[in-house]
């Protein structure tokens, strides 16, 4: 059993910053990518960025030099540093993790429950 659970998310107003966390837990032999990705109303989910396990980041282009992401291997852990954010940032936000298991070794693609973001303009 693997989980992977969010927290960091609320209300914040335009302009100002917000620190998403996720962690994974359970049968894990390690992770492969990480990312955050974001669902408004109406819309399909979409990439916000990922990150390797050697740490390389990729950013969707709506959030370069806005958004952060980072990851702890040691710890199961990555976050998403959002600064400067906007209502078009409102969202609610999933973590994702490639994780292949100590069981079995096979590698599985997991999400997080989410967490809502909600920018005030």
């Known amino acids: 059993q693997v989980q992977l659970v969010e927290s960091g998310g609320g209300l914040v107003q335009a302009g100002g910053s917000l620190r998403l966390s996720c962690a994974a837990s359970g049968t894990i032999f390690n992770i492969n990518a990480m990312g955050w990705y974001r669902q408004a109303p109406g819309k399909q989910r979409e990439l916000v960025a990922t990150?390797?396990?050697?740490?390389?980041?990729g950013y969707a282009d709506s959030v370069k030099g806005r958004l952060t992401i980072s990851r702890d291997n040691a710890k199961n852990t990555v976050s998403l540093q959002m600064n400067s954010l906007n209502a078009e940032d409102t969202a609610v936000y999933y973590c994702n993790a490639v994780i292949v298991s100590r069981i079995d070794r096979d590698r599985r693609n997991y999400w997080g429950q989410g967490t809502q973001v909600t920018v005030s303009s």
């Open positions: 990150i390797t396990r050697s740490c390389t980041a």
